[in-house]
T-cell receptor, first 113, second 117 residues
């Protein structure tokens, strides 16, 4: 059974600081997704990582994937208040041709002014 | 990109009633849609995969008679929570994949918050 764990579950950080969220998964996968969820809202796609060593950057967020270590990271640079949200990684598993997602536990990020 | 519309956004109902939630792909045809449930402050759990023109496939532990899924067209899937009870109160989110886009990205609806009294 595929398990996806995120660390930390809660993160409170000051504006301007850097931090990294980790996503570990238990079975082989060559791709991984990152999503953002604001309170009471649905998911917004942030990154699609399609291969080992993939690195994607958008603004103050950068995501990477190491398929051999079964690890993805989401790095936040010089955090700003707008980044406060819950972040989920998701790992796909293919069943009968359909790619289904198993979501991580989520990391609730709060940026303090 | 792709737009997925979900309706209603919020529903409050009495225990024992049935509630239907609609998920539409607005600018693409989706042969496959997915239904998730999210309890407060928890992650998303896949409930079922909705396949156009065939029966939905349910994840282990999800009652198919409780959560009826119909995917009657390439742009519409519905989830009906039958005889809802307070423990069914949750945030239900659908997603759809645009088969014309190679990246297999799932696009999510806005979600439906169900409160059963």
């Amino acid at each position: 059974e595929l398990k996806v764990e995120q660390n930390p579950l809660f993160l409170s950080m000051q504006e301007g600081k850097n931090y990294t969220i980790y996503c570990n998964y238990s079975t082989t996968s060559d791709r991984l997704y990152w999503y953002r969820q604001d309170p009471g809202k649905s998911l917004e796609s942030l990154f699609v990582l399609l291969s080992n060593g993939a690195v994607k950057q958008e603004g103050r967020l950068m995501a990477s994937l190491d398929t051999k270590a079964r690890l993805s990271t989401l790095h936040i640079t010089a955090a700003v208040h707008d980044l406060s949200a819950t972040y989920f990684c998701a790992v796909p598993r293919t069943t009968f041709g359909n790619e289904k997602l198993t979501f991580g536990t989520g990391t609730r990020l709060t940026i303090i002014p | 990109g792709a737009v997925v519309s979900q309706h209603p956004s919020r529903v409050i109902c009495k225990s024992g009633t049935s509630v239907k939630i609609e998920c539409r792909s607005l600018d693409f045809q989706a042969t496959t849609m997915f239904w998730y449930r999210q309890f407060p402050k928890q992650s998303l759990m896949l409930m079922a995969t909705s396949n156009e023109g065939s029966k939905a496939t349910y994840e282990q532990g999800v009652e198919k008679d409780k959560f009826l899924i119909n995917h009657a067209s390439l742009t519409l899937s519905t989830l009906t929570v039958t005889s809802a009870h307070p423990e069914d109160s949750s945030f239900y989110i659908c997603s759809a994949r645009n088969p014309r886009l190679a990246k297999n990205i799932q696009y999510f609806g806005a979600g439906t918050r169900l409160s059963v009294l």
